[in-house]
């Protein structure tokens, strides 16, 4: 069974500033996807970014980026140019790439933008 | 853009009353997923369908708990009889077959059983 771990139950950051998730994953797997989804209040869930395990790269998307560490297993989030909008609750997640595709969440870590 | 639509969003209903919750995928998604958040905590998978047939309902309490894809599209969670405990976000969700696909949320639906 896959486990995933998010440490930071909460965490702020100045407007404009730079803010950084962690996640760490266990799993016994060697391909699989890992994502991050941010949930505002009372609003869907809504992907953020997503990464392929067999990618060495990481992955970005504007002002998003992954820090993705196989050995360590670990699949931490940067938001840059932090805005008001990405105030939320942000969830790790994985999920095996073979097998029957299901999601494992991380507890989440509400992240609060000061003005 | 498409979306995954839920209905209702939110329903207060009294222990030991039914309730149900519907949820109509993205099209031509062939995987549906309900979703459990209680507040405070990430989703737990309650009941994953493909096409119409379900491939996962280990975490759904069945004495109470149902589900259904009758026709592989659109699809009704039901909860009967009520429990306090079972106040919590009811997320539906959806993707392509394909392995890796990204999931997609609808907004959820609150249940507050009072």
């Known amino acids: 069974a896959q486990t995933v771990t998010q440490s930071q139950p909460e965490m702020s950051v100045q407007e404009a500033e730079t803010v950084t998730l962690s996640c760490t994953y266990d799993t016994s797997e060697s391909d699989y996807y890992l994502f991050w989804y941010k949930q505002p209040p009372s609003r869907q869930m809504i992907l953020v970014i997503r990464?392929?395990?067999?990618?060495?790269q990481n992955a970005t998307e504007n002002r998003f980026s992954v820090n993705f560490q196989k050995a360590a297993k670990s699949f931490s989030l940067k938001i840059s140019d932090s805005q008001l909008g990405d105030a939320a609750m942000y969830f790790c997640a994985f999920v095996p790439y073979f097998g029957n595709e299901k999601l494992t969440f991380g507890t989440g870590t509400r992240l609060t933008i000061i003005p | 853009e498409a979306e995954v639509a839920q209905s209702p969003r939110y329903k207060i209903t009294e222990k030991s009353q039914a309730v149900a919750f519907w949820c109509d995928p993205i099209?031509?998604?062939?995987?549906l997923y309900w979703y459990r958040q209680i507040l405070g905590q990430g989703p737990e998978l309650l009941v994953q369908f493909q096409d119409e047939s379900v491939v996962d309902d280990s975490q759904l309490p069945k004495d109470r708990f149902s589900a259904e894809r009758l026709k592989g599209v659109d699809s009704t969670l039901k909860i009967q009889p009520a429990e306090l405990g079972d106040s919590a976000m009811y997320l539906c969700?959806?993707?392509?077959?394909?392995?890796?696909?990204?999931?997609?949320f609808g907004e959820g639906s609150w249940l507050t059983v009072v």
């Open positions: 990464q392929e395990a067999y990618k060495q």
């Open positions: 099209s031509g998604h062939a995987t």
């Open positions: 969700a959806s993707s392509l077959r394909t392995s890796g696909n990204t999931i997609y």
